[in-house]
C-alpha cells in the first residue's frame, strides 16, 4: 500500500493551489497516495503518513489558512514527516537563490520538526482579489514567477525520501 501524502495550501488567488496540485501529482507518480487540499477544509492529518503544507507569502506572512492549518494539527504532523513551502517573490529571485522562510514560518517549522523548506515564485495576475493585490497588477509590478520544473524536482525528491524511507521498513 502507497503511503499517503496530504499537500495543504493556504491561497487567496489560487496560483499556491496550482503549485499544491502540481506536488500532489509528482508524488503520485512516484507512487504515493497524494492529494492536495485547501488547508482550510483539509480536516483531521492522522490518516496521512506524511504532510506537505504550502502557503502564499503576503507582506511577509504566510497565508492565514496555512498558518492555522499548522497550529489546529501541530501536534499530528510532529509526529509525521513534514515539508513547507511558500510562494511569493513576485520576481525571479526564487529560481535564481533559495530563499529562507519567513520568521513565522520558521517558528512552525521548528513546532512541528519540519524537514525542509522551498521558496517558489508567486503569481500575481489581472483579476486578482484584494486592492493591494490589484495596485500592483495595476502597477506592471505581477505577472508569473512560478518555475514548474522547480517545483516538480523539489516534488519528486520529496517523493523519493519517502519511497526510501518505506521501501527501509
Known amino acids: 500500500m502507497p503511503a499517503e501524502v496530504l499537500v495543504a495550501y493556504g491561497t487567496t488567488n489560487g496560483s499556491t493551489a496550482q503549485i499544491a496540485e502540481a506536488v500532489a501529482e509528482v508524488m503520485s507518480k ?17 490518516r496521512y503518513d506524511a504532510v506537505v503544507v504550502g502557503g502564499g507569502l503576503y507582506a511577509g506572512r504566510w497565508h492565514k489558512d496555512a498558518r492555522r492549518f499548522v497550529r489546529r494539527n501541530r501536534r499530528a504532523l510532529a509526529d509525521r514527516p513534514v515539508w513547507f513551502f511558500s ?51 495595476r502597477n506592471g509590478k505581477g505577472g508569473d514567477y512560478r518555475d514548474f520544473p ?20
Open 150 to 169: 522547480a517545483i516538480e524536482a523539489w516534488a519528486a525528491g520529496v517523493a523519493g525520501e519517502l519511497v526510501e524511507e518505506r521501501e527501509n521498513r
Open 87 to 137: 510562494s511569493g517573490p513576485l520576481d525571479p529571485s526564487a529560481s535564481e537563490k533559495d530563499i529562507p522562510p519567513v520568521p513565522g514560518v520558521r517558528r512552525a517549522m521548528n513546532r512541528v520538526d519540519a524537514r525542509g523548506h522551498v521558496t517558489f515564485g508567486g503569481c500575481l495576475q489581472e483579476g486578482a482579489k484584494g486592492r493591494l493585490a490589484r495596485m500592483i497588477v
Open 30 to 46: 512516484a507512487g504515493l497516495a497524494a492529494e492536495a487540499l485547501p488547508a482550510a477544509s483539509a480536516g483531521d492529518v492522522t
